[in-house]
């Protein structure tokens, strides 16, 4: 049940909860369904679960870069984007960023999961881990018309989820544009042959998305996971409230224990106590950032900024991954629709009326074309010649070896590059046109263009690049330094070029070909694909994110680089867990929503486990640890 400030100050709870997102509500949900657990969210966001822009598929980019909505984080500027801040969108709502997304359910492969267990995570592996990633979701069948129309016969019913919260669907509302996508790939030679819930997939396909078709809605941990138990007695929920610290204590018996929280609502400073643990789910940029205010982090940055040091673990905010992408549009052909047409004010409101009338119409459906491709241009011999030249040197010449966890990371991509059956590459197709110079989200996704286009976005799979995110003062209020060193590593250059200038030959294939105008306009405007060197530079000018950002604590032992271990307990501090993205301690592939919910209902059984029959003390007065 939400709760008000002053009915929650100065008591205690068996679990706190900080972050109301995608992985908190799942926790909140599956640890509330034993009565005599209690628990409290703090989440900093509003309750917007009735609210159009974000119950509405179609209306989803309406929520980038509103404070309302959106975080609204930016980068430090890019060296290797000649200065270029990219802005990352990061849900502030109940629900987080799962209520704000492009509802892509991608899952990702054996191999991308495995990889976590080679890192040193005995049990997080894709045999371990892929009963949760069909316990989060139920599958909908789609109606014969559109499997027909998109190609959804490679779904292996068995495969996937039958019962869980998040409900996923196919679009019934779908253009000529969706419908020639997998048909392109399969004359391509890149058909996708296997239900990616088994493990392994490649090749292009309609993706699922996280909408419900009973009221063609966005299904979302807000909706799913917190609202059908919200008004559970044992379940308490803070909104509009940030969280400024995690309280530790030093005991020359238990070593240090997380105890509780201190927050700030309408200015007033506060505190609640853990009776068990404090879970920490507020997302890769601001786990880690709580983390260091706390006391838990690199002893140089924290005593840089007054924070006393309590745990010196310079692995904190390090390790940071995610998805960078660029792309180019195409104008399409004279007549087929596109989300372009909505500069048309007539337009829109026939697509709102359809909506709320009847739940037709294109604003019940999002994006839903994808591939996950390997560089096409390494399957040859002379490629392979090639690849094996760039990995000699830019990986096995300057291989780090002070670094244990970076270099096995390394071997793993390697591994990647070398498969002729693992993507490096996950593009997708967007029915509109995308302008990849821009910095801000609204500003990507703007209809500035008078034409119609069709958009193919380009991201790196598992990219080499590693950044970081550190607090800039003592303050929660500050934002965190955020340094995703996009295209550091040189390899990440070499395969993202390589990957766009594939982009022309997909377009120019059957049959999305008779779709896309010929001699049409093409944005960005003047862009030169005719040679490696100005497929580098046109990367290196259009860059924007994904919007994954993850393995900022990362699970992996303490002396390879590790933040939290295979409990996702944080090394050093008892009480304390960190469930979200920023344990991932390799990114996988494709769109991480869906692992995000894996990994928070693993976590969910792991906590019960840990803590079934067991009770711990908690201090009755909490006068000094609100002054603390």
């Known amino acids: 049940m939400s709760s008000n400030n002053d009915s929650i100050a100065e008591k205690s709870f068996d679990y706190i909860i900080i972050g109301g997102g995608t992985a908190g509500l799942v926790l909140a949900n599956r640890l509330t369904a034993d009565p005599h657990v209690s628990i409290l969210v703090i989440e900093a966001g509003s309750d917007r679960l009735k609210d159009p822009k974000i119950t509405t598929p179609g209306l989803l980019t309406l929520t980038y870069d509103d404070p309302q909505y959106d975080w609204g984080f930016d980068t430090v500027p890019q060296d290797n984007l000649y200065g270029k801040r990219v802005s990352h969108s990061r849900g502030k709502v109940v629900g ?54 998109l190609n959804t016969g490679y779904i292996d019913e068995k495969a996937q989820g039958s019962t869980g919260p998040i409900q996923c669907s196919f679009p019934e509302f779908h253009g000529p544009l969706g419908k020639a996508w997998p048909e392109t790939f399969k004359n391509l030679n890149f058909p996708l042959n296997s ?12 993706y699922l998305s996280t909408v419900d078709p009973t009221n063609w809605e966005r299904s979302h941990a807000g909706s799913a996971y917190y609202a059908p138990v919200a008004d559970r007695p044992n379940l308490q929920m803070l909104t509009d409230t940030l969280v400024e610290k995690i309280i530790l ?21 506060q505190a609640c106590i853990a009776r068990r643990e404090v879970i920490l789910c507020a997302g890769a940029i601001q786990s880690p950032q709580l983390l260091e205010l706390s006391g838990i982090g690199s002893s140089e940055i924290l005593k840089s900024y007054g924070v006393e040091v309590i745990v010196d673990n310079p692995h904190v905010g390090e390790n940071f991954q995610d998805h960078p992408m660029t792309g180019m549009s195409f104008e399409v052909i004279e007549g087929l629709p596109t989300i372009d047409m909505i500069r048309d004010p007539k337009v829109i409101q026939g697509a709102q009326e359809a909506y709320q009338t009847s739940r037709q ?172 060197d100005s497929a580098k530079e046109h990367c290196k000018r259009h860059i924007i994110t994904n919007n994954h950002p993850c393995g900022t604590c990362a699970m992996m032992p303490l002396e390879n680089g590790g933040v939290v271990d295979t409990r996702l307990k944080v090394h050093g501090v008892n009480g304390l867990r960190v469930v979200d993205a920023s344990i991932f301690p390799m990114i996988p592939r494709g769109n991480i929503q869906s692992s995000v919910y894996a990994v928070a209902e693993k976590a969910a059984d792991l906590i019960l486990e840990d803590w079934q029959g067991q009770k711990q003390g908690f201090p009755s007065s909490l006068a000094d640890f609100v002054g603390a």
């Open 361 to 532: 119409g294109p604003l019940t459906a999002g994006f839903h074309s994808v591939a996950s491709l390997p560089v096409v241009e390494f399957l040859t011999e002379q490629g392979q010649a090639e690849l094996a030249s760039l990995l000699k040197e830019h990986i096995t010449t300057t291989m780090p070896t002070t670094e244990p966890s970076i270099s096995t990371q390394y071997e793993i991509l390697r591994s990647v590059l070398e498969s002729p059956s693992e993507g490096s590459i996950i593009i997708g197709m967007g029915a509109s046109q995308m302008h990849f110079d821009q910095a801000l989200q609204k500003d990507i996704y703007a209809i500035t263009e008078p034409e119609n286009y069709v958009s193919f976005l380009v991201a790196l799979a598992q990219p080499f690049s590693r950044g970081s995110v550190h607090i800039t003062s003592s303050s929660v209020s500050d934002a965190p330094s955020i340094d995703p060193r996009y295209l550091s590593h040189p390899l990440d250059i070499e395969i993202l070029a390589r990957h766009m200038m594939y982009i022309p030959t997909i377009a120019n294939t059957k049959p999305l070909a008779s779709l896309v105008k010929e001699g049409g306009r093409l944005l960005p405007k003047g862009i030169d694909l005719g040679s490696l």
């Open 96 to 149: 987080g960023s799962s209520a704000i997304n492009a509802l892509a359910l991608i899952y990702p492969p054996r191999s991308s999961i495995d990889a976590w267990e080679r890192l040193g995570n005995e049990g997080w592996n894709w045999d371990a881990m892929s009963p949760y990633y069909r316990k989060f979701h139920t599958f909908n069948k789609p109606s014969k018309q559109t499997a027909d129309a």
């Open 195 to 206: 239900d990616p819930l088994s493990g392994q997939s490649s090749g292009g396909f309609s």
């Open 249 to 269: 204590e030093k005991s020359s018996t238990d070593g240090i224990i997380a105890k509780g929280v201190k927050f700030q609502h309408n200015g007033i400073p």
